[in-house]
Nanobody, 126 residues
């Protein structure tokens, strides 16, 4: 079974930066579309960014476009989320997700992804 482990979260001031990492194991990582989602307290889990298996296609939520960058290193079985110009409204638990089946749905669909990490907390202070 594929396992995903996120790291890199923490507390940062508004305007600061963080890089989240997601380590994948137990599967053929290079074949998977990958994504990041986030969930703030009292809110539903929402799409943040996604990257196709080839790295040729990316998609971002409007709220993070121009500030966040998703990337992957297939040799290391890693996916990253670089977050710049962080805002207090970016505060959430961030989840890494993988489409291991795979399904040819839009990259921003939550139900496209069948494998999820445990999440990492990102807190942005004023």
């Amino acid at each position: 079974q594929v396992q995903l482990v996120e790291s890199g979260g923490g507390l940062v001031q508004a305007g600061g930066s963080l890089r989240l990492s997601c380590a994948a194991s137990g599967g053929t990582f290079r074949n998977y579309d990958m994504a990041w989602f986030r969930q703030a307290p009292g809110k539903e889990r929402e799409f943040v960014a996604a990257l196709s298996w080839s790295g040729g296609t990316t998609k971002y939520a409007d709220s993070v476009k121009g500030r966040f960058t998703i990337s992957r290193d297939n040799a290391k079985n890693m996916v990253y989320l670089r977050m710049n110009s962080l805002k207090p409204e970016d505060t959430a638990v961030y989840y890494c997700a993988a489409d291991t089946i795979p399904v040819t749905w839009n990259l921003d669909r939550r139900d496209k992804y069948d494998c999820w990490g445990q999440g990492t907390q990102v807190t942005v202070s004023f």
